[in-house]
């Protein structure tokens, strides 16, 4: 049977492309002028393109063009880790510093001297033990307002709690709001859940309550996502005005609101949490993977009592219980002040990182949060994130673009340095590559 004509076509550049005949950055010609040299239909060159795409040798962009992708880079948007020796990773953010290792030594030696080891060998509550519950929520009521235990779930970190949100709560195909550049991970349980995330746009870096307003008059939605306090990529913090603004749209619309704290440590001063505003409606989703340390995969979700059963049996059915072990460091760590020092010394690594950061790359298009050891970089107009990241990984740099984070169909060209887990003295000579790779890539 002879190969339909779109696909010769696309076998033909697919040989071009990989034998790098048309290198990665490559401008294809735009469809019409495609089918006016291969003699054939504009819809048989979408198709062509379309295919391309679908191989991951192509990526299109809306106003600009198709270009050649680098085959160096992963096809699929989304932060993967890397184990590649010798390669520098700005992609990925794992705070960490380097007395963690000896407070967990301290904390496992003491735990191991207790009474109650043979506990945490055995299955326990799905929601947490009690008195564990009972101790976070007192440490959380410092900065979220009171909060009832019995309304507390523990889980394993913060991405298994907004996976145990999505799947207790949301029905499969809910239609849910969030920004137009959000949190990859929500994205991934978005899609394992097939939810329909619909974009909103950002009034000075933070959720616009007028756009959402909109979106919610044009289409039934179930739900907004919002990272309130330090926004992940952004750093923002949103006004107390536009928080209640927020909040009279979620009640005049019934929304849930599905407020991830991840980062919110590290605002010493925030306006009132969405949880305190509008506890009937509100999942808050928090974790300690960044305040200390990523491996230990524990968090909390606190929600509204309707909904925590069905939370619980989410945890159920996904990993029983948060190991007792890991919830018993994290208690021990409250009560002796171990956490409140960790979340003090991320604050202070991470405004030093800010302060490198400024120095080197402070003539750039850069928003962060003073604090954060992550920024984002917006492109001078006419340069091309894929070139940056493949210029940079040819360096032995690996960076995060736009397309981890968009809820749009329209990319903004930009890149996101993650840097928490470097000392500043170190990051600056990376930082030195990225200024001088961002300068010497030309516009095209």
């Given at each position: 049977m002879t190969r339909a004509r779109y696909l010769q076509l696309a076998d033909r550049l697919a040989a071009a492309i990989t034998s790098g005949a048309l290198p990665p950055g490559s401008r294809l010609p735009t469809h019409r002028a495609f089918a006016e040299t291969f003699k054939v239909a504009v819809a048989t060159?979408?198709?062509?393109?379309?295919?391309?795409?679908?191989?991951?040798?192509?990526?299109?962009e809306t106003g600009r063009g198709t270009f050649v992708r680098d085959p160096d880079l992963a096809p699929a948007p989304g932060l993967r880790q890397t184990d590649a020796k010798g390669l520098v990773d700005l992609a990925f953010n794992m705070p960490g510093g380097p007395s963690d290792t000896d407070a967990l030594r301290v904390a496992l030696r003491q735990l191991a001297k207790s009474g109650d080891l043979d506990s945490v060998l055995r299955y326990q509550p799905h929601e947490g033990r009690r008195h564990e519950r009972q101790l976070l929520a007192e440490w959380l009521s410092r900065s979220l307002g009171p909060v009832d235990p019995d309304n507390l779930v523990l889980t394993s970190g913060g991405q298994h709690g907004l996976a145990i949100v999505t799947l207790g709560v949301l029905p499969r195909g809910a239609a849910v709001a969030a920004d137009a550049l959000t949190y990859p991970g929500f994205r991934s349980v978005a899609a394992l859940h097939g939810l329909d995330l619909v974009p909103v746009r950002a009034d000075n870096c933070a959720m616009d309550p007028e756009d959402l307003d909109r979106q919610c008059r044009a289409r039934r939605l179930r739900a907004v996502y919002t990272m309130p306090t330090v926004h992940n990529p952004l750093g923002s913090v949103m006004d107390l005005e536009t928080r209640f603004q927020l909040v009279d749209i979620a009640r005049r619309h019934d929304l849930l609101i599905i407020e991830d704290s991840a980062y919110a440590f590290l605002e010493p001063a925030p306006p009132a949490c969405l949880l305190s505003l509008a506890p009937e409606r509100t999942l808050h989703v928090g974790s300690f993977s960044k305040s200390l340390a990523t491996g230990l995969r524990i968090g909390f979700t606190i929600a509204p009592r309707e909904r925590v059963?069905?939370?619980?049996?989410?945890?159920?059915?996904?990993?029983?219980?948060?190991?007792?072990?890991?919830?018993?460091?994290?208690?021990?760590?409250?009560?002796?002040?171990?956490?409140?020092?960790?979340?003090?010394d991320r604050r202070r690594t991470g405004a030093a990182q800010q302060i490198m950061c400024q120095d080197v790359l402070g003539n750039h298009a850069l928003i962060v949060h003073p604090n954060a050891g992550f920024a984002w970089l917006s492109l001078t107009q006419g340069q091309r994130a894929e070139v940056i990241m493949a210029t940079l990984l040819q360096k032995g740099i690996s960076v995060a673009d736009a397309r981890a984070f968009a809820?749009?169909?329209?990319?903004?060209?930009?890149?996101?340095?993650a840097f928490s887990d470097m000392e500043p003295s170190a990051l600056g000579p990376v930082l030195q590559i990225v200024r001088k790779t961002l300068d010497g890539v030309p516009v095209t």
């Open positions: 060159a979408t198709r062509v393109y379309g295919e391309l795409e679908r191989r991951g040798l192509v990526l299109g059963d069905a939370i619980t049996e989410a945890v159920r059915a996904t990993t029983w219980n948060v190991p007792a072990l890991i919830s018993a460091l994290l208690t021990g760590w409250i009560k002796d002040g171990s956490l409140d020092r960790s979340i003090a809820t749009t169909t329209a990319v903004p060209q930009a890149i996101r340095l």
